[in-house]
């Protein structure tokens, strides 16, 4: 028998997992990162070379060989589940069949690979696959702008649009939020971590209560549509001695991401919907995580039946190659030749694969599995919730979710609930990645394990993703509260 073979949930794991070579541990097993002297070499030589600012090699400490699916595999032969796909950027899985085709074919034909802003067969294929993603209603009235390869780089372009549009100087964006980390789109960011130390940030970013129906604001209230968080908003807007003038734009994510994986409600977002029309104020819905079916719908804002002004689009839109851009109502369409540009905009690899990748999400209806294994996933993680005391709230939609990591022992309260735990997060966190499981962290504290895993996962992989959660979460807590 090989490793496979001896696998306890050897009929769990697709056929993906047989094009890796050299197996030497499957996910599910328990191993000592410490005894991974391949792994541990590579990141001796990573941290000699590169910048101080790296942060995946501290947490996940290993370094990668080979991907199918939803499997990776490292240097000492390793296999875990991958639940970070590239920060959401990897929809269909690693190396899926589409994507490896649409490169074989662009590399053929000796297609141009950059192509600035000049027009292609391949970008028009592109432009018309995004149109087809989106609402009906949006699209045949859209524009869009081609960005360099980042997320950060599509809300710096935005930032110009409707101050251009407008001739409004300030923005508007909310407490948790996160857009990048270029200058712009720093100032934007909720969290204070990454923009204490850097001078100069964008000046007149004013800052709005995003709806935390875990832990209110203002505690004793049952505020579970955020209808506090509208009320401020809108006497803010309304009231001509609120000291704030009227901002260029509102930017908001349909559901945080890096804040901790938070639905905004769905009557809020109707609400900040009509405020914002009211008051003539260009609403921008940041999709760069959530967009093309990873909270169970094409775009997250959809759940709410609105249709924004202009929508940030990366990630998943280029099939796991860099891409970026913005689609935007026409009416905002004021800005001249090259007041944004970039390189990479014309990135034809990025664009192939970012053709087929989103049309094999719309034509195998991914967004619905990414519903339907979002519920199975609530249902398991509820399972764990019920046998362990960390576990404060499960919330997300699809496959965006997020655990929030509790103590309920101290005694201590945050809002009205126990206070967040850091400590035994990271402890998760790590123990889950000793069984071959890869989640990310974040939110508050850091005390949110976030689970976004490729949205052709199946329900067997979901059944044996939750078993090592929760192998992990018994582990860490026996840990982390005999220290305290």
Known sequence: MNVLEKSPNFQKFTKDILSLEGITCMPGTLRNPNNAPESKAYLERQAKSESNARSYPRKLPFALKQAKGIYLKDVDGQVYYDCLSGAGAIALGHNHKVVQDAIRE??????PMLTLDITTPVKEAFVTEIMNCLPKEFAENAKIQFCS??????????IKLVKMATGRRGMMAFQGGYHGMTHGALSLMGNLGAKQKIAGL???????????????????????????SIDYIENLLTDDESGVPKPAGIILEAI??????????????QEIRRITQEQDIPLIIDEVQTGFGRSGKMFAFEYAGIIPDIIVLSKA????????????NKKYDTWGPGSHAGTFRGNQLGMATGTA??????EN?????????????????????AITSCIGDIRGKGLMIGVEIVN?????????????FEKLSRRIQYECFCRGLVIEIGGRQSSVLRFMPPLIINADQVDDICSIFRDAVIAAEEICYAEN
């Open 365 to 385: 209806n991914l967004a619905d599995n990414a519903a339907k294994m979002g519920e199975l996933f609530f249902k398991k993680l509820r399972e764990v919730q």
């Open 317 to 328: 839109i280029g099939g796991s190659l860099p891409m970026a851009v913005v689609v935007y």
């Open 408 to 420: 309920t022992k101290s005694g201590f309260l945050q809002h009205g609930k126990p206070e967040r």
């Open 256 to 269: 945080q991401g890096e804040g901790g994986k938070i639905p905004a409600p769905i009557k809020w977002l």
């Open 149 to 158: 390869p980042s997320g950060a780089d599509a809300v710096e372009a935005t």
């Open 202 to 228: 964008m000046s007149e970013v004013n800052f709005l209560p995003y709806p935390y129906l875990y832990r209110n604001a203002v505690i004793g209230t049952e505020d579970i549509d955020g209808q506090c």
């Open 106 to 111: 662009q590399l053929e034909q000796n297609m």
């Open 357 to 362: 990748t989103l049309k094999y999400i719309r």
